[in-house]
């Protein structure tokens, strides 16, 4: 069965950092984008960033960009998401999702979403 799983969300201090992972089961992650979204209680779902399948340009939201670092293996079937200097705002559900051809993270078009994972809670204390 082909499925998304993230790990990695804890409990953190502001300014203190954590590394969620986004591994592959039942399919091989290394030819799709793959993206990394979070939602708050009462707020919208929010692309974070993502990470191309080919050439591994990346994509970062304004909110995240300089703090957060996206990265893949595709030897492991797995993305990352490195975030440091996290404060309360960071505090949501975070999902990776897989991202189809025609996909501009930049302009917020997601294409192909064929794979979401059940997200991993991040929660930072301020």
């Known amino acids: 069965q082909a499925q998304l799983v993230e790990s990695g969300g804890g409990l953190v201090q502001a300014g203190g950092s954590l590394r969620l992972s986004c591994a592959a089961s039942?399919?091989?992650?290394?030819?799709?984008?793959v993206g990394w979204f979070r939602q708050a209680p009462g707020k919208e779902r929010e692309g974070v960033s993502c990470i191309s399948p080919s050439d591994g340009s990346t994509y970062y939201a304004d909110s995240v960009k300089g703090r957060f670092t996206i990265s893949r293996d595709n030897a492991k079937d797995t993305v990352y998401l490195e975030m440091d200097s996290l404060n309360p705002e960071d505090t949501a559900n975070y999902y990776c999702?897989?991202?189809?051809?025609?996909?501009?993270?930049?302009?917020?078009?997601?294409?192909?979403?064929?794979?979401w994972g059940k997200g991993t809670l991040v929660t930072v204390s301020s």
């Open positions: 039942g399919f091989s992650l290394g030819s799709y984008g």
């Open positions: 999702a897989t991202l189809g051809y025609g996909t501009s993270c930049r302009r917020k078009i997601y294409v192909g979403m064929d794979h």
